[in-house]
């Protein structure tokens, strides 16, 4: 999906209010697009970090699902076929499971880098936001970032 908008850029970064101060400069931005694929799409992490960050966000959202409380239209699961993530498992369990993957990872990932990785792969915040939230200089979330999603992919075991 797209959402294109007008931004401004200042000091190399987007800045999604007001006008641009020093230079005016104006870009297009995809909205729906996520912070980590916007760093991989100008090649700031490699596909190894963006596999891992995929793979954490993945976790956190099918663990964040709440129980469904509606009648359920699937196959029985003697009908079922396929090889899904999940196959086999009720989505109870494929909760409870995401969750203790997702907690594993973050605490693969320490206590000082966990708190980037939650704010830009779970909550969606871009790296500026981040940072600021976070009381850190300038350009020193990507850094920290990565360093997060080298940890998380090698907890994740990928190559």
Avoid at 63 to 80: E, H, K, S
Avoid at 94 to 117: H, W, Y
Avoid at 130 to 145: D, F, I, S, T
């Amino acid at each position: 999906m797209r959402e294109l908008a007008e931004r401004s850029i200042e000091d190399g970064y987007v800045i999604a209010d007001g006008p641009a101060r020093s230079t005016g400069r104006r870009v297009t931005v995809n909205l729906a697009e996520s912070p980590l694929g916007w760093l991989r799409a100008r090649g700031l992490v490699n596909a190894r970090q963006f596999e891992a960050g995929e793979r954490l966000r993945a976790d956190y959202e099918t663990a964040a699902l709440g129980a469904r409380v509606t009648m359920r239209w699937d196959p029985t699961p003697a009908a079922r076929r396929g090889g899904g993530v999940h196959q086999g498992l009720d989505p109870t369990t494929a909760q409870i499971s995401a969750k203790r993957r997702f907690a594993a990872a973050v605490a693969a990932a320490g206590p000082g880098l966990s708190d980037i990785l939650w704010r830009v792969i779970c909550a969606g915040d871009t790296v500026p936001a981040a940072e600021k939230a976070m009381g850190w200089p300038a350009r020193a979330g990507r850094l920290v970032l990565t360093f997060a999603l080298d940890r998380v992919a090698d907890h994740y075991e990928l190559k």
